[in-house]
């Protein structure tokens, strides 16, 4: 089982799923096995036609994949809503356990694509069949910030605000979210934390993320991207192959601070109260 993962690229990123079939997160946390859509990490590789749509934000200080998957092909239930992958976990061990992420996409790295560098603040949200992964830039200091891990009930909608839509897959220049928890009421900056499990579901929040504004916008077809992905759901490969896209232009989004709000959680997120007396709170609607 590997359990390192990467994060570099649209075509070259990798997710935490489980090693065996028909699992949920949350009982398999501590065991998941990074599945990536890449050859040569010696890691599972995401099966041909599992990714629907993604959307990569490269911000300032940190990268954001989210999008959409058929995750039965990934090893989890169809109705499992997940939950969150971090390298802290309840026993500061880390889910998985000692997991390890790395990438060559900070500009540390200084463009070289075989010069990784160690991520040591990130987060992976995966379940109803979408999916979040952030990873900040460790030469700043915001990850602790950015890519923080207590607030693992609110899902990507709060985590990792993004315009990913089922069947595009872009790559867009974008700025810092807001930190999650933080947001404005009447002038004054507030910070949310999400109240113990033991209080039961969480009912509402007191403010509704924004999605950073974007530009230069770049669109790829899903077959030039992911060239060499097995057929079948469970292979794991460690073989080299490149891949390559052709793409076009395009820009979008602009948005300002999140501000307070009354709203109901699940209907920001677009899951049913049953849902989050099931457990972890996951954002199916963090996809416009």
Sequence with gaps: MCQTSFVNHIDDFCLWAPPKPNSTIGRTEADEVAWCTKHGHGTRLIPDGALHGVQVLKTPDYIQIAGFIDQSKINLTPDDYGGEL?????????????GLMYSNAFPGGNGNN?????????????????????VCDPAKNTGPALCQNIYDRLGCAYNAPNNAKNGTFEVCDADNMTPPGVYVSGGATMTYF????????I??????????????????PSAALYTALPKSTNLASAAQSGSSASATGTKSGSASAPTATS???????????????????????FLS
């Design 86 to 98: 971090d390298p802290h976990g309840a026993d500061l061990r880390g889910n998985p356990l000692g």
């Design 114 to 134: 075989n010069s990784y560098q160690q991520v040591i603040d990130w987060t992976n949200f995966m379940g109803a069949n979408a999916f979040c992964i952030k």
């Design 194 to 201: 999400q109240p113990p499990e033991s209080l039961g579901p």
């Design 203 to 220: 009912t509402t929040v007191p403010y509704t993320p924004v999605v950073p504004s974007s530009s230069n916008c770049v669109t790829y």
């Design 263 to 285: 709203s109901s959680a699940a209907a920001v997120m677009g899951i049913s109260v049953t849902a989050g007396c099931l457990g972890v709170l996951f954002a199916m609607a």
